[in-house]
């Protein structure tokens, strides 16, 4: 049974999803990895953890899915993330992971990333006890996608890399890389940020256990909706 928790509007809802991200950091007194969604929904929830009470030097940022294009475009995931939350709290620039899309392809900057992900790690295979990242953030398409692990991808079925190049499903309609699902459930605490009407109808069919992408995420820790009015089935 899903942790669905619904909220009155996407303020509330990223309310919530801040005092969630906040207690799950303070459970770790160590190094922390917080692996970042794009997409417009986690933009408020970043804005509010600015103001918060993190412990930013033993925190580590990733991101489950990048554009490839520059770091400056506005399409970019890391963009919107600095604007709204990175360039605003003390996070050591050495701990803040961006895919690297000035690399010479997607598929240069998938490898290349997948890297620094084992390197962080410190193995290259993932052990189930010991999780990837401590907070996987999560966003759902309305065609069902999340990351950018689009329906109908070859890549939903990787289970041998971490990061890959994928075809994107919809708009923006340039190349991505994408963390696959065995990457994005090594971690201890998950949660998906779902608002407004035009994701109800397919967040419906994901919680029914219809086979899309977002249904498909089973991450070895918990997984926590967070969903607003509009978007509640
Ligand atoms: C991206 C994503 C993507 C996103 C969903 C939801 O780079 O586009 O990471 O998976 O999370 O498409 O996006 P919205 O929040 O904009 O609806």
Redesign the pocket.
Known sequence: MADLRVFPDKAALAEAAADWFVEHVSRNPGRIAVCL?????PESLYKLLVGRDLPWDRMHIFW??E?FVPSNDPRS?ARMTRAALLDHVPVPPENVHPVPTDAASPEEAARLYEATLKAFYGKDDLDQTQPLFDIVLN???DDG????LFPGSPVLDEDASWAVSAEPGMEPRVPRITLTFPALESCEAAAFLVSGEGKRAVLQRVLDGEDYPAARLQPVGSLTWFVDRAAAP
């Open positions: 969604s794009g997409g417009s929904t489950g899915d554009r995931n966003g759902l398409g996608h999340t990351a950018s």
